[in-house]
């Protein structure tokens, strides 16, 4: 069974648009990311997903249950971990654990003191108290102390220093293991290629690619770097260009055999070429669905 199913999931917001038409398939156990810059459409998906909004067409099923009919079922099963948090006004970091864990009808007591140990936070603190960072570590337990099979992650690491960031990643990778589902959005590339196995890029509320990560790696761009003058105006292919001094560098898809031309033009004091990372073959998807 699959843990996520859209089919033609559309969500407007009157004459704004949200996502349109998309169609996503997570399979249990999987380590899936959700790419896109803000705005992208991820938050809405998310959303939707939860029954938080309701959709405008399409459908969707979590765990084969629908996002609309069954929406109550299908919360019991899932840990959310919203972008930004935000907790009632007055209450201390154990009683906001403890108030979720009622939620979910579940005695989550060994659990969150585990989690809580891991990521240093403080049970004691009044959650007005806390900085932006540790409002994420709460709502980080409060989405994980149950346990649950599902796990929707919203820009996971906003406002955690890079210690913590790890030792979350240590903590998902850990649940993914155990069989637990995650499902990642995040606009933070490197994040994406260290941890997930699969992933689909959203541009403008529609999904652009989808495939592995590391299928979503192989293009037939390359990363060139150039010390010395050439003169590339007029290359169809060069995309991203950037120069220092005597040097260029650029994403290249057009046909190497004019490139080499180009380069053999002008005069060349050293030439790398070497695969793009994640983030620039997300540039290269981002324009070339522009195009």
Known sequence: MEAIKTTGLTKNYGKARGITELNLSVGQGEFFGFIGPNGAGKSTTIRTLLGLISPTAGSAQIFGKDIVKEKQAILQSVGYLPSEAVFHSGMKVKDILRFSARLRKKDCTAEAQKLCER?????????????????????????????????????????????????????????????????????????????????????????????????????????????????????????????????????????????????????????????????????????????
Not at 127 to 139: C, I, Q, T
Not at 169 to 183: K, L, M, P, Q
Not at 210 to 218: E, F, G, I, Q, T
């Open 119 to 291: 990521l240093q936070l403080d049970t004691n603190r009044l959650a007005d108290e806390l900085s932006f960072g540790n409002r994420k570590k709460v709502a980080i337990v409060c989405a994980l102390q149950s346990r649950p099979e599902l796990l929707i992650l919203d820009e996971p690491t906003g406002g955690l220093d890079p210690l913590m960031q790890r030792e979350f990643f240590d903590i998902i990778r850990e649940r993914c293991n155990e069989g637990a589902t995650v499902f990642m959005s995040s606009h933070v590339l490197s994040e994406i290629q260290r941890n997930c196995t699969r992933a689909a890029i959203i541009r403008e509320g529609r999904i652009i690619a989808c495939d592995r990560v590391d299928a979503l790696s192989k293009t037939n761009a390359k990363r060139i770097t150039v010390r010395g003058h050439v003169q590339l105006d007029g290359l169809d292919g060069v995309r991203g260009r950037q120069d220092a001094g005597d040097t260029a560098s650029f994403l290249y898809s057009g046909d190497m055999n004019s490139l080499i031309q180009a380069l053999s033009a002008g005069n060349i004091a050293d030439l790398t070429v070497s695969e793009p990372d994640l983030e620039e073959i997300f540039l290269h998807y981002y324009e070339k669905a522009g195009d």
